[in-house]
């Protein structure tokens, strides 16, 4: 028969799991942010106090019941590699959970589970392998008060807000008496969560107004097969541009300043192939503006490939490139390449590396200077940051989502595309190659979208951004502060455990 105390284990590990299961949905394709606050309540409560052993494994479950749901697009590659990264995921909300059961003995531990939220975050965000930010609770939480935080101090920001909140609340509520303190946790907790309402996201200093151009041309194929016919999606995209550059011309539409491409737009090198090129060529000659081309091309080396967005213009033709400086590891370069091959067959797919780009993507598209970003690397922040203070006046998003088609991954990034543009104050502009393409407003607005699986051009005009927001002035100072404090305040609470019981044994 089991013991009162492993009944209790059990009972809380349940509800951990079922609270990350609630995390998740708060996020797209879900979008029930309201039961974000809930899952980490119950967090909160499952975690066993002065146990780190218990704390690590309910930290663990609820990362397991958030990462399976969130991460279920990465089946189309395999159950293995969804299950494993979801298990790897998860580990980093197991060390944070041990924190959190040494802090829940002291009378401020709401602050020090915020900041260990913070710390969890951040290491999620750079190991292994660069790190996945995926599920970052400010990704989560658009269309509510609490995203607009991310203007004043990057995703750090809102995520401390938003667990100390919630920590404040259940710490009034486990007092079960209305005195003073209570009341003041309770009103420093609502605060906190409307008060986002009040900071004035936008566009960071309005300046000149341009009409931009999203190309979607869509691709044949679905799932990994999405690119098979690579000669057939570079048509596509010269097609919808052409047919743009008609529409123009007959009046239908307004002349575009600049038009966008997305990532792998061309699977076919144009400096390699000459009827690549010259297709590419024509169809921003006849377009007449300066256009970001996708591809694939060869270099440095001969091992190596790169992924590239390419600055075309109609009359010099090719001139500035931004190369992906994160490429994903597994995805677009296998790490230990010589033994992960033997085990995993379909890694044979990758047969050459993509070579990792050192330079920002600000790129000069005539009179307008962008900040390119590829695909997944809009939801690391460091990508962002630079890319702003190396003076993009909007950013584009080139991603190629044509492998997840159908699931939840095309709705994940394009809504962290709209927290970036509230974070940094621009416009962002998502062009992929079938779905989801969009223009979003520096508030977070959606000015327009397209559908998955068809072939678009959206069109807007917007106004480019001569200034940076506090979010992006301190986010990294801000998320390095906070993610310390957190460790400090887990090893100050770990040592304080350990003098309590009169040894050092753990």
């Known amino acids: 028969m089991l013991s009162a105390s492993r009944v209790a284990l059990l009972w809380r590990a349940a509800v951990s799991l079922v609270c990350g299961g609630g995390a998740a949905l708060a996020f797209p394709p879900y979008d029930v942010p309201v039961l974000l606050p809930v899952a980490l309540a119950g967090l909160m409560?499952?975690?066993?106090?002065?146990?780190?052993?218990?704390?690590?494994?309910?930290?663990?479950?609820?990362?397991?019941?958030?990462?399976?749901p969130l991460l279920r697009w990465m089946s189309v590659i395999g159950p293995d590699a969804w299950v494993a990264l979801s298990v790897l995921e998860a580990l980093f909300y197991g060390l944070?959970?041990?924190?959190?059961?040494w802090l829940r003995a002291y009378p401020w531990w709401p602050v020090g589970v915020a900041a260990t939220w913070v710390a969890a975050e951040l290491l999620r965000a750079l190991v292994p392998f660069g790190g996945l930010p995926w599920g970052r609770l400010a990704f989560g939480l658009l269309d509510t008060p609490l995203v607009s935080y991310g203007w004043l101090g990057g995703s750090a920001l809102v995520?401390?807000?938003?667990?100390?909140?919630?920590?404040?609340?259940?710490?009034?509520?486990?007092?079960?008496?209305?005195?003073?303190?209570?009341?003041?946790?309770?009103?420093?907790?609502?605060?906190?969560?409307?008060?986002?309402?009040?900071i004035p996201i936008g566009t960071a200093e309005p300046g000149e107004r341009v009409v931009v151009a999203a190309v979607q041309g869509n691709v044949p194929g679905t799932g990994l097969d999405a690119f098979d016919e690579r000669r057939a999606v570079l048509e596509n995209h010269v097609d919808a541009t052409e047919?743009?550059?008609?529409?123009?011309?007959?009046?239908?539409?307004?002349?575009?300043?600049?038009v966008f491409w997305p990532e792998n737009s061309s699977d076919i090198d144009p400096f390699q192939d000459q009827s690549a090129y010259a297709d590419i060529d024509q169809a921003v000659g006849a377009v007449g503006v300066p256009t970001l081309v996708g591809a694939v091309v060869a270099g440095p080396d001969q091992d190596h490939v790169q992924n590239v967005g390419i600055v075309w213009d109609p009359r010099r033709g090719p001139t500035q490139r931004y190369v992906k400086r994160h490429p994903v590891p597994f995805g677009e370069y296998i790490p230990f390449r010589g033994f992960a091959t033997k085990f995993v067959d379909r890694l044979d797919q990758i047969p050459l590396d993509f070579a990792r780009g050192e330079s920002a993507g600000t790129l000069d598209l005539g009179a307008v200077r962008i900040g390119d970003v590829i695909c997944f690397e809009v939801a690391y922040d460091g990508l962002i940051r630079?890319?702003?203070?190396?003076?993009?006046?909007?950013?584009?998003?080139?991603?190629?989502n044509a492998t997840y088609t159908g699931t939840g991954q095309l709705e994940?990034?394009?809504?962290?595309?709209?927290?970036?543009?509230?974070?940094?104050?621009?416009?962002?502009?998502?062009?992929?190659?079938?779905?989801?393409?969009?223009?979003?407003?520096?508030d977070g607005t959606v000015r327009a979208v397209s559908q998955p699986k068809t072939?678009?051009?959206?069109?807007?005009?917007?106004?480019?951004?001569?200034?940076?927001?506090?979010?992006?002035?301190?986010?990294?100072?801000?998320?390095?502060?906070?993610?310390?404090?957190?460790?400090?305040?887990a090893a100050a609470?770990?040592?304080?455990?350990?003098?309590?019981?009169?040894t050092m044994a753990s």
């Open 243 to 258: 047919q743009l550059a008609d529409e123009v011309a007959a009046g239908r539409r307004v002349q575009p300043d600049v």
């Open 45 to 68: 409560a499952a975690v066993p106090p002065r146990s780190g052993k218990g704390g690590f494994l309910i930290g663990f479950l609820f990362g397991l019941g958030f990462m399976l």
């Open 412 to 442: 994940q990034q394009f809504a962290i595309s709209r927290y970036r543009a509230i974070e940094t104050g621009r416009t962002v502009v998502v062009a992929a190659t079938n779905g989801i393409s969009g223009v979003v407003a520096p």
């Open 493 to 502: 609470a770990r040592l304080g455990a350990r003098r309590r019981v009169g």
């Open 386 to 400: 630079d890319v702003v203070d190396g003076g993009a006046q909007l950013l584009v998003v080139q991603t190629n």
């Open 96 to 101: 944070m959970g041990a924190a959190w059961s």
């Open 455 to 489: 072939r678009d051009v959206l069109q807007a005009e917007v106004s480019l951004a001569t200034a940076r927001t506090p979010g992006v002035i301190v986010g990294f100072w801000l998320e390095l502060v906070l993610a310390g404090a957190g460790v400090l305040m």
């Open 159 to 198: 995520s401390f807000v938003t667990v100390v909140a919630v920590a404040l609340i259940v710490d009034a509520v486990s007092r079960r008496r209305a005195d003073v303190s209570g009341l003041a946790r309770l009103g420093v907790a609502t605060a906190l969560a409307v008060g986002g309402a009040a």
